[in-house]
């Protein structure tokens, strides 16, 4: 009896090990998980690197979710949806020294678009979730801001996403252009594209939380504007053409003739002048074009009488004029020319 009751003993006390062999091993086993957590997902880089994750996702919701990301109250929102944001390549995320109350800088080499840019974000702790694993918070918002000018025009696009300037922006006092809030890092190619103007930029690189970059979008006048200022001068003259006088009605040219004239004068443009635009003004707001002086050639055959000898001689030539216009693209999509 007694020696079966030294063997229960002896079994109660292996298993009593055994489990407490096991226990210590599980919490060995959690307290490293929890460690390991800490060290990748719940530190300061794997807190960083989620908001990045959310970009890469076109995520604007859930970047603008993070703890930390605050929007200032002023600023266009057109571009803060995240499908303006350009996809970052070849992402380190490198986390420094934590300092004395816990804050840390992380370092974050990329490239998009080809160019290459650095980030640093500094992040501080907010506490522990479960007690166990650390929380953090941007200690400056990843919010910037694109302060983009667009001379003569309203619209652009921003990564190809289209902007109307008209209806988004408030102005920044002190310049011609606008805040439209934007998510950091990213690299932003504006452009404008319309029927009359095209115009592109290199990419802006928005690499420091919390800054402004300014952006100048400058459209030129496309082919097509051209032709159609071309087609419009063109038909005015011929316009000017069609009348048998000698001083066509609102026309830049005309003869002047002394002695009488025999029938009617026949006018036709020998050369057109050519059309060239630039900006009306330095307003970047001003949506004129200048057409600047330029020479072209009308030509006139009429009989004339003289008024000494009753001869008649027939006058032949090219008469010189030149022009000058300031265009207004309309929003129908028609130009109004102005003389000047």
Known sequence: MTRDTDRGREGMRRAVLGWSLALVLLVA?????????NSTVYSAGGFVRSYLDALARNDGRAALDMP???VPESGSRALLNGVAVAQLEDVRVREGAAAPDGSSAVRVDYTAEGVSGTTTFPVRPTGARF?????????????SELDVTVAHATTFTANGVSVDAALEPRDLEGTGGAAYLVFAPGVYSVA?????????????????????????VAPQPNQVFLDQVQKEVDAYLEGCADQRVLLPAGCPFGQRIRDRI???PR??????????LQPFSADPGDPAWLMPETTGAAHIVVDVRSLFDGSVTRLDQDVPFSVSYRVVPLADGTLRLEAL
């Not at 007690?131 to 918002?141: I, M, N």
């Not at 404008?192 to 100048?216: C, F, K, M, N, W």
């Not at 006018?267 to 060239?276: F, G, L, Q």
């Open 29 to 37: 086993a959690f307290a490293g998980t929890v460690v390991a957590l």
């Open 68 to 70: 930390g990301v605050t």
């Open 131 to 143: 007690l166990l694993f650390r929380t953090w918070e941007f200690a400056v918002s990843p919010v």
């Open 192 to 216: 404008h594209e319309s029927r009359y103007l095209q115009a592109g930029t290199e990419p802006v690189l928005v690499d420091t939380p919390g800054a402004t970059v300014p952006v100048t």
């Open 262 to 264: 025999e029938g009617e």
């Open 267 to 276: 006018w036709s443009i020998a050369s057109s002048p050519a059309v060239a």
